[in-house]
């Protein structure tokens, strides 16, 4: 299994472009998460999805959209970036929901936008 | 909602020496705690959790977290580290909605040889 993957690894917007974040994952986890980190803060949940066709808000959901066609992928939309977006974007997925869902996390994305 | 709050940004430790690292969480009824380790350049991975039971819950590369509810604490520990040991590790409570977690703002181990 290759587990989560992400593309791109990394990335440099302009502000006002556009881009979608790639998330696949090949355990057939239901459950499928997009969280950003920013030096010191921890990770911040953006969305969440509890299976194809159901996505949530997360506590950070602001300039981002999602979408979950299948149980596979889970897609991460920027649509205006901003320079605020700049930060590291990890996916992750787990088999149930908490707390004895443990989640799998991708190797992340590394987003710049100048 | 419950929070986590780990006290120390950086700790750095001589290789071989013991170490522990500290996260205090809010009270709540329910109490589910997680330890994850985030190696340079990678994603986040579980060290360790605890849902019940014993208070102490161990790991395979040797690291260990005691569960103290009157202290509210889920201190990470290990009698001695390795220079593989140097990550930020995270600690992680439930959040606000049945699905997420909460995470404290990370300690960055630096195991100096």
């Known amino acids: 299994n290759a587990g989560v993957t992400q593309t791109p690894k990394f990335r440099i917007l302009k502000i006002g472009q556009s881009m979608t974040l790639q998330c696949t994952q090949d355990?057939?986890?239901?459950?499928m998460y997009w969280y950003r980190q920013d030096p010191g803060m921890g990770l911040k949940l953006i969305y969440y999805?509890?299976?194809?066709?159901?996505?949530d808000k997360g506590e950070v959901p602001n300039g981002y959209n999602v979408s979950r066609s299948t149980t596979e992928d889970f897609p991460l939309r920027l649509e205006l970036a901003a320079p605020s977006q700049t930060s590291v974007y990890f996916c992750?997925?787990?088999?149930?929901?908490?707390?004895?869902?443990?989640?799998?996390f991708g190797p992340g994305t590394r987003l710049t936008v100048t | 909602a419950q929070s986590v709050t780990q006290l120390d940004s950086q700790v750095p430790v001589f290789e071989e020496a013991p170490v522990e690292l500290r996260c205090n969480y809010s009270s709540s009824v329910s109490v589910y705690l997680f330890w994850y380790v985030q190696y340079p350049n990678q994603g986040l991975q579980l060290l360790l959790k605890?849902?019940?039971?014993?208070?102490l819950v161990e790991s395979i590369n040797g690291f260990e977290a005691e569960f103290n509810k009157s202290q509210t604490s889920f201190h990470l520990r290990k009698p001695s580290v390795h220079i593989s040991d140097t990550a930020e590790y995270f600690c992680?409570?439930?959040?606000?909605?049945?699905?997420?977690?909460?995470f404290g703002k990370g300690t960055k181990l630096s195991v100096i040889p």
């Open positions: 999805s509890v299976g194809a066709g159901i996505t």
């Open positions: 355990m057939n986890h239901n459950y």
């Open positions: 992750a997925s787990s088999q149930g929901g908490l707390p004895i869902g443990e989640q799998y």
């Open positions: 605890y849902l019940s039971g014993s208070t």
């Open positions: 992680a409570v439930p959040g606000s909605g049945s699905y997420q977690l909460t």
